[in-house]
């Protein structure tokens, strides 16, 4: 693995044996009687991560790795594991039998291509114990013959510059000197299935991501202020969607125009309360659409005291509109940590763009922070909330970004997901 910056990786070793992708498994290792359940569904995961790469692959399961190798560049297996949501590292490498002639030529090879003057170590992991050298003869016997045949190497056991890593499995070995960082996580869908509420600024999209790591599976809901304000926040969602379904077998996004019942609201009189009486009204929807769709939980980008709206109170103001739990990963985070985490998702480029916000929509020019149940429930029923969002439920727009087909799924009231 190489550890230095300037040092490049060896590659001869992967023109001369076969190479492969090492995945590390992450929490899956700890889930004792289930853990098959969850390899299960990290395999489809990648199996669907895979699909169209343009040629055959395959999958292994060794301890607490799984091995994916097939008839496309190394690269591309490379970049679409590095989705699938529940492994810690990727590791490109070659496999060899596990004769020990053939893992030293192979270690041989793959060092030889480091530059001149470099350092190296051996690590030697044995998960077939029948092999019959221990690790650490391994290790001495590979370094013995690299200094013998690569001139101008040094070993470091402290702080090589490349560490060639060796797993003796039962029949074949795994050699490695890359590791790049996972997603880690939970399988996603292995902990059920959950709306987002998506908006088009960072927070929401890190906390789909967040919630896609803990095992959900996420579907998608926008809400804009259409017929009030322009599409843009439409095209925005549905960029967001299709990165995020990168991570997870594609979910469903759904578009809401709330433009008209945020009116409603204005005009019934929530003045100050309005921010927060739409929040629930979006709340609200989103509940209903998800029990028809089969989540379980919705999903918001908040964090406390981050901005009016998301004081103590108004948060649990917004929570009692909803009949299903609201799971806030971000609840805790300073901005520049959601941005930060943004650009390693992929999708900070995204919300810059500008874009027409329903929430700002009609928004009054101080936002109460502590909106009172009791003055929102008043202006609540002077509208018919149940027509209300049947309404706005009647009219939504489903889609499912990144999936083979972008065009709209066929909707009747509300599409279950597939």
Request: proline share 7%; aromatic share 4%.
């Amino acid at each position: 693995m190489s550890d230095t910056p300037g040092v490049p990786a060896p590659r001869h070793a992967a023109d001369t044996y076969g190479t492969c992708v090492l995945l590390k498994h992450g929490e899956v290792f700890l889930k004792g009687r289930n853990r098959h359940r969850f390899t299960e569904r990290l395999h489809d995961n990648l199996r669907l991560a895979l699909r169209g790469i343009g040629g055959s692959t395959w999958i292994k399961s060794a301890q607490n790795v799984t091995v994916l190798g097939g008839q496309v560049p190394q690269e591309a297996l490379l970049e679409r594991a590095r989705r699938v949501i529940g492994f810690n590292s990727v590791e490109p490498a070659v496999r060899v039998p596990s004769d020990l002639d053939a893992i030293t030529a192979a270690a041989v090879d793959a060092l030889g291509a480091i530059p001149h003057g470099a350092t190296f170590a051996v690590r030697t992991k044995r998960r077939d114990k029948r092999f019959p050298l221990t690790s650490s003869r391994v290790d001495a016997h590979i370094g013995a013959r690299v200094l013998a045949r690569v001139p101008g190497l040094r070993v470091n056991l402290a702080r090589p510059d490349v560490t060639l890593a060796v797993e003796i499995d039962r029949g074949e070995t795994y050699l490695s000197w890359e590791r790049l960082p996972g997603r880690s996580g939970l399988p996603v869908g292995s902990s059920g299935r959950a709306l987002v509420l998506l908006s088009g600024g960072y927070d929401s999209p890190v906390a789909a991501h967040r919630a896609m790591r803990r095992g959900l599976a996420c579907d998608l809901v926008h809400f804009n202020g259409a017929p009030y304000t322009n599409p843009s926040s439409v095209y925005k969602a549905y960029a967001l969607a299709r990165e995020l379904n990168r991570y997870q077998p594609p979910g469903l996004l759904h578009v809401i125009a709330l433009g008209t019942a945020q009116k409603q609201l204005a005009v019934a009189g929530a003045g100050r309360l309005q921010v927060v009486a739409q929040r629930r009204l979006m709340v609200r929807t989103a509940s209903a659409l998800a029990s028809r769709s089969g989540a379980e939980a919705l999903v918001t980008g908040d964090s406390l005291g981050q901005v009016a709206s998301q004081t103590l109170a108004n948060l649990v103001a917004v929570d009692e509109a909803s009949a299903l739990p609201v799971l806030r990963p971000l609840i805790g985070w300073e901005k520049q940590e959601i941005i930060d985490e943004a650009r390693s998702v992929g999708t900070a480029g995204i919300s810059v763009l500008p874009d027409e916000d329903c929430c700002t929509l009609l928004a009054p020019p101080r936002v109460s922070t502590r909106a009172g149940l009791p003055r929102l429930r008043s202006v609540e029923k002077r509208l018919d909330l149940d027509e209300v969002v049947e309404t706005l439920l009647g009219a939504a727009r489903t889609f499912r970004p990144g999936a083979d087909e972008d065009a709209p799924v066929p909707s009747g009231d509300c599409p279950a997901p597939a």
